[in-house]
């Protein structure tokens, strides 16, 4: 094990993982502010997931693996039906469609980050330059999805404390959790397995962002949501761009 790529793989996540701390905090911290203006944090979320699954992940997942269309509908599904399961067996007896709406993005986010640990793994294995540019273009979107994550889970019902403990576990210490995991066993995860793993991952961002996300936007119904849509749109432009 080359002890220098993986400081620098470790250094990489445990910045994604501080940032996402930071919009955790933030959101924690001025509450009444930033619930004012949760909606525009999820907007902007919203446009960088989704534009990134599918102007990257997904044609990336596809060159890698011929099997990727089959995962990136098994990442979509998985979380629709498990968004399913709660509502139908777990919300039965009691009105709890709340607790879906922050338990599924969890889900979908926590193995989207636990997965970015995985690929900070292979590409500063590629180079340190190619693991830097990835690491930029990743950590662009930890401080608003830390936000989202927290958001989500308060309007499903969890306390401050709650919300902010379980996002810090599936949107921020997942990440390091993936590249510790993930390295040791970086020269057995070939180029096809990442690519079904990146579909499955795809599936699941999509799902958050056009079932959870937006429609939670389009339901405040806030005049400049749309600008933070493109903003999002054009950093996951950016994000692509950088990784060219």
Known sequence: MDSGIFGAVLLASMVACGVTTIGIYAIGRFGPWANRNAVYFMSFAAGVLISVSFV???????SMN???????LLGFMGLYLFNRFLNVFV???RECPELAMGLVPMLGIGFHSFLDGVIYSVTFNVSIFTGVVAAIGMVL???PEGIVTFV?????GFSSRQSAIYAFLAAGLSTPLGTVLSYPLIQ??????LGLLL???AGALVYVGASHLLPAVEKENQRFTLISLVAGILVAAGIVLSKQ
Do not use: D, N, V
């Not at 990257?56 to 596809?62: A, D, G």
């Not at 011929?66 to 990136?72: E, I």
């Not at 989500?152 to 499903?156: E, N």
């Open 56 to 62: 990257y992940i997904i044609p990336k997942s596809f």
């Open 66 to 72: 011929a099997y990727s269309p089959l995962f990136l």
């Open 91 to 93: 919300c039965e007896q």
């Open 141 to 143: 979107h930890e401080f």
């Open 152 to 156: 989500l889970l308060q309007r499903s």
């Open 188 to 193: 057995s995860i070939g180029s096809p397995t």
């Open 199 to 201: 579909a499955l991952s």
